[in-house]
């Protein structure tokens, strides 16, 4: 008697994880979507539209929708449907204002709390960046320096600041389209990482939070260069 019941429980719970995934894969496909700019900002959507699109029940769709909207992709619009919400310089400065002050709390605290391993990962990371430069490699440039900075705000030991970067990092991801870098930049944040990475291992925090902040505030101001700049990863 126990036994049926248990199957049964697991079978359902079986279920409810089925549409879960498909909310989640349709949800990872329109947020792909518009920050490949292949909706772009301002685009009027629709979940009948989705629907056909990405050939998915509604369910999913709409579940997607309600999630994007919650991140502040989407704005409703009563009886048409979504638009892709519009980002603009205003944004941008404040998006990175809060980047700066919570990557300086991490660095801050990473160079008290950093362990060996840490402190390994983050050379590692150094490393393989040059060898990307080296090669061209833009894509995994800068994938790695997204893991670097994630890998201060982890050997922070402060959940709160790492949860808040993670967050934060989906607003900078809006700007990956019409993100504006000059050539030199790249160089540039290498000996700023260099030097990061040195006031982590000398346990000094006031200098690992000023590197830090600074380091923001500069790809801040590559981001809003001039014509000379081109779309690179900072």
Request: charged share 30%; proline share 3%.
């Amino acid at each position: 008697m126990y036994g049926v019941a248990n199957t049964s429980s697991t079978g359902d719970r079986g279920k409810r994880r089925i549409p879960q995934r498909r909310g989640a894969e349709a949800y990872e496909r329109i947020r792909e979507m518009i920050l490949d700019a292949q909706l772009p900002q301002g685009s009027m959507l629709t979940e009948a539209g989705l629907v056909r699109e990405l050939e998915m029940s509604r369910t999913p769709v709409r579940e997607a929708l309600h999630r994007l909207e919650l991140e502040h992709y989407l704005g409703s619009v009563p009886g048409i449907g979504y638009i892709v919400a519009e980002l603009g310089e205003h944004d941008m400065i404040n998006a990175y204002k809060v980047r700066a002050v919570l990557e300086g709390l991490a660095a801050e605290s990473a160079a008290i709390s950093a362990n060996r391993m840490d402190l390994a990962r983050l050379e590692d990371l150094y490393d393989a960046m040059a060898e990307a430069w080296e090669r061209g490699d833009d894509a995994e440039l800068a994938r790695l320096n997204g893991d670097f900075h994630r890998a201060i705000a982890s050997a922070s030991n402060n959940s709160y600041a790492e949860g808040m970067l993670d967050d934060i990092r989906d607003v900078f991801e809006r700007f990956r389209a019409t993100a504006l870098a000059a050539p030199r930049r790249r160089e540039e944040a290498h000996a700023e990482h260099g030097e990061l990475i040195a006031a982590l291992k000398a346990r000094d925090g006031e200098r690992a939070k000023k590197l830090a902040i600074e380091h923001v505030h500069r790809a801040l101001e590559v981001r809003r260069g001039d014509s000379e700049h081109q779309h690179k990863p900072l």
